[in-house]
């Protein structure tokens, strides 16, 4: 399993970004996908989840601001993140959500 996160990077509050996660090593289709959070001095937090049929869940900080979503064909989950606040600062991983697999994650800078 290889999950490989992009996207992340330094952005003004209000901004927004659009985090991409790469798979490969299992059929992607069939398994839900997640992204997590964790900043420093803090645990992981669950920032959404989208099943193998696109049903999604958005941890509380989540809903209103960010969307996940999938694309089968090319094997990608994305995180769309708007209306950024600098407590969403974090690094930002790309879950196996059966598997419990974290890719390496990307970090996302949020300025006030």
């Known amino acids: 399993v290889q999950l490989q996160a992009s996207g992340g990077g330094l952005v003004q509050a209000g901004g927004s970004l659009r985090l991409s996660c790469a798979a490969s090593?299992?059929?992607?289709?069939?398994?839900?996908m997640g992204w997590y959070r964790q900043a420093p001095g803090k645990e992981r937090e669950l920032v959404a989840n989208i099943t193998s049929g696109g049903s999604t869940n958005y941890g509380d900080s989540a809903k209103g601001r960010f969307t996940i979503s999938r694309d089968n064909a090319r094997r990608m989950v994305y995180l769309q993140m708007d209306s950024l606040k600098p407590e969403d600062t974090a690094r930002y991983y790309c879950t196996h959500e059966q598997l419990g697999y974290w890719g390496q994650g990307t970090q996302v800078t949020v300025s006030s």
């Open positions: 090593g299992f059929i992607f289709k069939f398994n839900a």
